[in-house]
DNA sequence: TTTGTTGCAAAACGTTTGCAGCCTC
DNA sequence: GAGGCTGCAAACGTTTTGCAACAAA
């Protein structure tokens, strides 16, 4: 059986990304990537720092030092929503997602889209190499249409 | 000549925005969104607050409350891009256009394609009425790409 | 007259930084 | 052994808040 292109880890890619940049390969990082690649969803740099507390702790400085890290080996993906702490996910291994967010309550969902995906994936810049993007749609969750509904009622 | 439909002007909808919601017609807000409809591209609240010192003076904290109105009217639209401060623009009157971003230095770059304009627009959601979308594209650009290509070329 | 809005300054918040000691290389 | 990395706490910059005075309704 041929093994070409084994696909890589999360920690053997952290690894080569360390090496290659000639920064410290230490127990921290690899203990912060693992407990990243644990969880499932969205997380602030705050929530991992208190995850990290059970097992392997860290500082909340090493924390933020090492997302950029991983940020830069894109190994991780960083979300701005509005008013709330920055939000990261893993990048590896997820399934290539959008975000809907409600403007009423924040609330966010995930969804996919073949069409949309296949339209961003084709367009071509001319002096710019793009590698990955964030999609959100705006708009009013069911929950919320109802409260809306009763403010224009009431007017 | 008929008239139905009229196109409402920014001012128009925001006092009926205020009206609905049973808030009060301060010369701030007006002047604040007056500012705002003559800045071509974006700005932040610090900027905004600077350049209305010009003219009708408002305090920041102002700035901020009134920036929040126009959002909830939707009559400008937020971006939160990586270590800066919350951008906005006007929502009217600008074309649709995407935003792509250069992780190394930061640089966002407008674009437009009709293709992608269409396929997110053709997308319906079972419990969500969307109303608008942000498209934020990584990568990297030309003068960056020059530059990582040294580091990669040393390691 | 009522009460939402303003300006000001202080506080809050997430994130970054300076520095002494530590540990990878 | 040298220099990058860590933890800690203090600093930072943006945004929010509390409050007294003001003004729209």
Redesign the pocket.
């Known amino acids: 059986m041929k093994e070409e292109s084994a696909p890589l880890s999360p920690t053997e890619l952290f690894t080569d990304y ?1 090496i290659r940049h ?8 690899y203990a912060i990537l693992e407990k990243i690649y644990s969880i499932d969803g969205h997380f ?3 929530a991992l720092y208190e995850l990290m507390q059970n097992d392997y ?6 924390v ?3 997302l ?1 890290l991983l940020l830069d080996a894109a190994l991780i993906v960083k979300h701005q929503f509005d ?1 709330q ?2 939000q990261y996910e893993k990048a590896l291994g997820a399934s290539m997602h959008n975000h809907s967010v409600c403007t009423v309550c924040g609330r966010i969902k995930e969804f996919t889209d073949k069409k949309i995906f296949q339209a961003i994936q084709a367009k071509e810049f001319a002096n710019f190499k793009s590698s990955h993007y964030s999609l959100y749609v705006y708009g009013v969750c069911k929950k919320c249409q109802k409260k809306k509904k009763q403010i224009n009622t009431n007017l």
């Open positions: 360390l000639k920064h410290r390969k230490t127990p921290e990082r602030n740099a705050e702790r860290v500082s909340l400085a090493t933020y030092n090492t950029d008013g702490p920055a």
